[in-house]
């Protein structure tokens, strides 16, 4: 069955540092493999996805991130952290049937 | 990028009653998802909702609880039937605007509190 896991519930990281957020995925095929942000109160947005070809994907907002067959991840990068991006993030895995399955989300706090 | 609306944005239930959630689009979608998203949870699909045909539900969710409409390309109802406190939750819709991209576009959700 497909899963998606997000093994960091809260990340807190200073303004300017780098960002790692990680996402493990569990899925018989190649997957869609998604990443959304939530800000407080509002719905979610789609940062990036990845569907084929390089394996490394820019995103909105200076996000990136790198699907990594062997390791059944789909990190998610950004070099300098804004205080803007303090936020839930989920990663998401679509099947090829229009279904998708979200992991359990980080919460990032960025600190001044 | 599609607009979604939802209402009400939040309300306070009281146990055994009914909710509707209203999910208004601004294009024409073929493909509407509800999804609940429990406090300190991720989101987990409830039902696809097609346009001319009844809504395909996910394990663990049943048609008597969550009563769906989809009566055109542009809207959809949720119904939260017999409510009880394990219920609150926020509710939100979403679709695909354009088949196949793997692209869901969300509403802001409809945060429910059963008392």
């Known amino acids: 069955a497909q899963s998606v896991t997000q093994p960091d519930i809260h990340i807190t990281v200073s303004e300017g540092a780098s960002l790692e957020l990680r996402c493990n995925y569990s899925y018989g095929a190649t997957p869609y493999l998604f990443w959304y942000v939530q800000s407080p109160g509002q719905g979610l947005q789609l940062l990036l996805k990845y569907f084929s070809g390089d394996t490394l994907v820019q995103g909105i907002k200076g996000f990136e991130a790198e699907f990594k067959r062997s390791q059944s991840s789909f990190n998610l990068r950004k070099p300098s952290v804004h205080w803007s991006d303090a936020a839930e993030y989920f990663c998401a895995v679509g099947d090829h049937f229009n279904k998708f399955y979200f992991g359990s989300g980080t919460k990032l706090n960025v600190k001044p | 990028s599609a607009v979604i609306s939802q209402k009400p944005s939040r309300d306070i239930c009281q146990r055994g009653t009914s909710l509707t959630i209203q999910c208004q689009v601004d294009s024409q979608v073929t493909m509407m998802f509800w999804y609940r998203q429990q406090p300190g949870q991720s989101l987990t699909l409830i039902a696809t909702a097609n346009q001319g045909s009844e809504a395909t539900y996910e394990s663990g969710f049943v048609i008597d609880k969550f009563p769906i409409s989809r009566p055109n390309l542009t809207f959809s109802t949720l119904t939260v039937s017999n409510m009880s406190p394990e219920d609150s939750s926020i509710y939100l819709c979403?679709?695909?605007?354009?088949?196949?991209?793997?692209?869901?576009?969300f509403g802001e959700g409809s945060r429910l509190t059963v008392l």
């Open positions: 979403s679709v695909e605007e354009q088949t196949n991209t793997g692209e869901l576009f």
